[in-house]
């Protein structure tokens, strides 16, 4: 198949853009594609952490674009997955250590030799997106369902629409069916209604996304938990497969409580 | 390259070409209106105008052209690029430079060059009919529209998107940005197909106590300015 480049981004910080990217990588992996994982976010990395790959860090891709080092030597290889690899961003320069025709550059080397390149953008809109989103053909924008990610995710299909990324597809993080129930949160259709863009991938709010990122093992790895089904039903959307989206849960079946009726069979 | 046939007879001066958008020549009082669509990417739209050729070429050179970006993003290789390789290799004289994107405008403006109609069609315009720019698409936010004349967007208007117009502005959706009409004075309405805007701007006033609170939030309304109070009327087919 031809290479496909996607840069994952959100405009928004911290509403899951590494934590999708960690996850969609391996999850294309176990799949059977062979990925690479590129940091975009040179002197604030985190890809390397939520894989847990950073004692495994000797070069970086500004290293590459500079010649101090060949690409596969930079190329981190995940030993739990066949045909995962990570490049890390440089931790101790800045976003303006590369230019978007060298990130250009970059991304035709890893097109001839990867099914899939994620990369991982920082935050914002200024040269770090713009860097990150240079070479790639297509691109995913994370949101959650909260009036500030929606307005800012807005401002960044803006951005790729005029750099004639397609397609620009949604993800939307971290939604919890009682809040949308009770309206006290935006529901998966206010923030489609006002994005306008195809609908990948709807993530609930999971308490082992943290776990998980902390210890450096993509939610991927591992079925049981909800994120890490979305995931994987992203992930296998993103390669073409149909896969229908299923009801959100009621989120308030969760707790300890809850889980006591649930094993005496007494319903709520 | 379609072109105004009230004006340019020859169209065999232009390749064919299957679909897609297309560059537009416009006769007008002032010399050749070359509208560039903002959807053609910059590779091809250098290609187009560099086979820009024949009898409306050599007119075009007499006359002088306005070139007409509409919304397109305009960044600084690019500008050289159509400075080097169309106007000053294609030997035109550029009257001024037309856009609807701010930023383009923002950009042409601090770099001296002349924007807008050449001044003696803006002299007419004043008795003439208003120039409205029609708008086919939705804004998103950031995006930023100014013109002189009215402004109708057949989309929605989203929250961080501005339009500044002289004139009116309707929006045929949803409108949350911010719209500035009237912005050189004079009596000029917004309407909006849902209006949910948090401020608005009418000549030179400000209104900025807008909410969820008040009776035709949300609904389709026009609002004017008279006798300087805020005039909204709920618009019912």
Same mark, same amino acid.
């Given at each position: 198949m031809d290479s496909r480049i996607i840069v994952i981004t959100s405009g928004?910080?911290?509403?899951?853009k590494t934590t999708a990217t960690s996850n969609l990588s391996v999850a294309l992996a176990r799949s059977g594609y062979k990925v690479v994982a590129v940091?975009?976010?040179?002197?604030?990395?985190?890809l390397d952490a939520a894989m847990g790959l950073?004692? *495994?860090?000797?070069?970086n891709f500004i290293d590459v674009l500079e010649g101090n080092c060949r690409l596969n030597q930079a190329l981190v290889r995940d030993? *739990?997955?066949?045909n995962l690899f990570l490049l890390p961003a440089a931790q101790? *320069?800045?976003?303006?250590?590369?230019?978007a025709e060298q990130m250009d550059e970059l991304c035709g080397l890893l097109r001839q030799d990867f099914d899939f390149v994620l990369i991982d953008s920082p935050a914002g809109i200024e040269s770090g997106f713009k860097n990150a989103a240079s070479g790639a053909d297509e691109a995913i924008v994370i949101a959650t369902p909260e009036v500030s990610s929606v307005r800012d995710a807005d401002r960044i299909i803006g951005l790729l629409e005029n750099m004639r990324k397609s397609p620009i597809r949604l993800v939307v993080n971290r939604i919890r069916p009682n809040m949308v129930r009770e309206g006290e949160m935006l529901d998966v259709n206010d923030v489609l209604d006002i994005l306008a863009i195809g609908l990948v991938g709807i993530v609930p709010e999971d308490d082992s996304v943290v776990k998980s990122s902390n210890r450096g093992?993509?939610?991927?790895?591992?079925?049981?938990?909800p994120a890490a089904l979305a995931f994987k039903r992203i992930a296998a959307r993103i390669t073409g497969e149909d896969v229908p989206f299923p009801k959100l849960e009621?989120?308030?079946?969760?707790?300890f409580l809850s889980g006591l009726r649930r094993l005496f069979g007494i319903k709520v | 390259m379609a072109e105004n046939m009230d004006s340019l007879?020859?169209?065999?001066n232009f390749p064919e070409r299957d679909g897609g958008p297309e560059i537009i020549l416009k006769g007008t009082g002032y010399g050749v209106r070359m509208i560039l669509p903002e959807d053609m990417s910059d590779d091809a739209l250098l290609e187009e105008l560099l086979h820009f050729s024949g009898d409306a070429a050599r007119l075009a050179r007499g006359i002088g052209v306005v070139l007409d970006l509409q919304g397109r993003i305009l960044d600084r290789s690019f500008m050289l690029r159509l400075l080097s390789e169309f106007v000053w290799t294609g030997a035109f004289r550029v009257l001024s430079w037309m856009s609807y994107n701010a930023d383009t405008l923002e950009f042409l403006r601090s770099s001296g060059f002349l924007t807008g109609e050449p001044s003696s069609e803006r002299v007419e315009r004043k008795t003439g009919a208003s120039n409205s720019l029609v708008l086919m698409q939705s804004l998103r936010s950031g995006q930023r529209v100014e013109h002189d004349g009215d402004v109708v967007l057949l989309g929605h208007m989203n929250e961080g998107a501005e339009i500044c117009a002289t004139g009116n502005v309707f929006v045929r959706g949803r409108l949350k940005g911010v719209v500035h009409a009237g912005m050189h004075g004079g009596q000029f309405c917004i309407s909006a197909g849902q209006f949910e805007a948090r401020q608005l701007r009418l000549g030179g006033k400000l209104c900025?106590?807008?909410?969820?609170?008040?009776?035709?939030?949300g609904k389709s309304v026009m609002i004017s300015l008279e006798n300087d109070s805020l005039v909204v009327r709920e618009l019912k087919l």
């Open positions: 928004k910080g911290g509403v899951g940091d975009g976010d040179i002197g604030l990395r985190n950073e004692n *495994r860090i000797v070069y030993k *739990r997955v066949d101790t *320069r800045t976003k303006d250590a590369v230019s093992e993509p939610l991927t790895f591992s079925d049981s938990s009621d989120d308030s079946d969760r707790g | 007879e020859d169209r065999n900025s106590t807008l909410g969820s609170e008040m009776e035709w939030w």
